[in-house]
């Protein structure tokens, strides 16, 4: 039976909901070389064990936050975090990655089923707008500690245990975190039962899912190739279908209508941007410090605790200014800030760039990250009404998710372009061309390359494909960079025009509880 609630305990288990799930989303990213040698992992198999999870968890999203306010958003909170918990348990013991990767796959589910849910009861729980600003930025902070954890607890387990181990440690916690939320957290759900939108559920699954995949497959594809832009036809059909079949609706899963708001559609547009340039951020910076400066994931992941520090300030503050000086001010000063981060980094990056500037970069990256996410977060959830808080969570969650994924492909594909082209220019004519292809795949095979030269008494030829491969990858970054910050000081500026600086004053414009 549930306690009366309290709201520190009901603020804290729902936080550790969310740092769950949050932690996976980088956890197993520095188990990915490990699972080569142990499972015989091929390089398609290690992305799927990576997309599997998003894919399921972009494509559910919509849907489970839509049942949850239907059914009840504690029991598929708990539900959820079950799915997750067993589903990455049994992923620990998998002996091939076919079996790995359809774990991934239920862990996704999970996921979906619980991150909605998390943020919909705080704003069921925490009311007044103040009250609602500070849960959200402390949700917010919440994410971003997480994901900057990911490395840290994975290098750990890695260098300590196999690399099960990241995975069936998350089965207890979940199991823990379950039992908190049946003891502290209050039972939440929309006043009024609606009829179940069956097809609302079908179409958003099938846009959200296709374009996710799409964009997963791309940078492999290719941008303008035929499956390609067949996969974002097929996208823009079913979300054209979705909006028709929601407004003709008696009882849409989502009232679209909602889209006319300022307030909830640049909010939304700031959180996808400010997702894509944090997982930009993370795919360009893991590299730079694994590769360039021969980090160990464990000594990456400390090294980027700068990033999770700020982003918690960022997002505790960000939400108490917002309420006080206005939304509009504070997520635009937050795009700002990011853009200037990328710019920076363009600027200055080089292999024995001093830490102390790479921590001073990585801290206006966060801060800015932190004042963008949280406060355009508690706008989503403050232009919701109480009984919709799941669907309108789940927006805001696939905004992020779909930001995230962007972010990864489009600066990835940019990013390898950018290397490779550079590297045909001054890779040495003299490497053998098998190697010489090898190299092109990646920095790190291109390393590899240079070892075995020098191992077989090619120091010099060794030493000039490692200064080819590093010039090709500071290239890559760099421009990757700047596309971050030409893209960050576009959401700066759409911010700056149309994020209302405040709700509407009507008589009694709190969010209500459902």
Not at 418 to 436: G, H, I
Not at 443 to 448: H, K, Q, R, S
Not at 482 to 507: D, I, S
Request: charge should be positive; proline fraction near 4%; glycine fraction near 10%.
């Amino acid at each position: 039976m549930t306690r009366t609630p309290s709201k520190p305990l009901v603020l804290v288990a729902l936080l550790l909901a969310s740092f769950v799930i949050n932690l996976d989303t980088t956890l197993v990213n520095v188990a990915l070389p490990t699972l080569t040698r142990e499972l015989g992992t091929s390089t398609s198999q290690l992305q799927w064990v990576v997309d599997a999870y998003n894919l399921v968890f972009a494509a559910l999203l919509l849907t489970s936050g839509s049942l949850s306010d239907r059914f009840g958003r504690k029991g598929m909170l708990m539900a959820g975090l079950l799915v997750f918990g067993v589903a990455s348990f049994v992923g620990g013991y998998a002996t091939t990655p076919a079996e790995l990767i359809a774990a991934r796959a239920v862990m996704g589910l999970g996921a979906a089923m619980t991150f909605p849910a998390t943020l919909a009861l705080l704003t069921s729980v925490f009311t007044s707008r103040k009250e609602r600003a500070l849960s959200i930025g402390l949700w917010g902070a919440t994410a971003g500690v997480a994901i900057a954890l990911g490395p840290i607890v994975g290098g750990f387990l890695l260098e300590h245990y196999s690399w099960g181990s990241i995975f069936y440690t998350l089965g207890p916690v979940s199991l823990a975190v379950i039992a908190l939320v049946a003891l502290y957290v209050p039972k939440s759900k929309s006043r009024v039962a609606h009829r179940l939108d069956y097809l609302g559920l079908i179409l958003s699954a099938g846009f959200m899912g296709l374009l996710v995949y799409t964009i997963i497959e791309a940078p492999s594809r290719g941008w303008t190739s035929t499956a390609t832009l067949a996969g974002f036809g097929g996208s823009l059909v079913l979300l054209i279908a979705f909006i028709v079949g929601e407004r003709r609706s008696a009882e849409p899963m989502l009232d679209v209508r909602l889209f006319r708001d300022l307030r909830f559609t640049a909010a939304s547009v700031s959180v996808t941007i400010s997702f894509f340039t944090l997982f930009g951020f993370i795919f360009l910076i893991t590299q730079y410090f694994q590769f360039i400066r021969s980090y160990s994931p464990l000594s990456t992941g400390v090294h980027l605790l700068p990033v999770a520090v700020s982003v918690a300030i960022g997002s505790t503050l960000g939400t108490r200014l917002a309420v006080r000086v206005g939304t509009k001010v504070i997520v635009t000063v937050g795009l700002a800030l990011q853009a200037l981060f990328y710019f920076w980094v363009a600027s200055d990056i080089s292999p024995t760039l001093s830490y102390g500037i790479i921590a001073g970069q990585m801290i206006v990256f966060g801060l800015g990250m932190g004042l963008t996410s949280a406060p355009a977060t508690e706008s989503i959830m403050g232009a919701v009404a109480g009984d919709q808080a799941g669907v309108g969570s789940a927006v805001n969650d696939s905004t992020r998710l779909l930001g995230g994924t962007l972010g990864v492909a489009i600066i990835g594909s940019v990013y390898a372009t950018q290397y490779d082209a550079r590297l045909t220019s001054t890779l040495p004519a003299s490497v053998p061309p098998e190697l010489s292809d090898l190299a092109h795949q990646s920095v790190g095979a291109a390393f590899g390359v240079s070892g075995q030269l020098a191992a077989h008494g090619q120091a010099a030829l060794g030493g000039a494909v490692r200064h080819a491969a590093t010039g090709a990858f500071d290239h890559g970054l760099t421009i990757g960079c700047l596309v971050a910050a030409f893209v960050a000081v576009a959401g700066a500026l759409f911010a700056g025009v149309y994020l209302p600086a405040q709700p509407p004053r009507h008589p009694e414009q709190e969010h209500r509880p459902a």
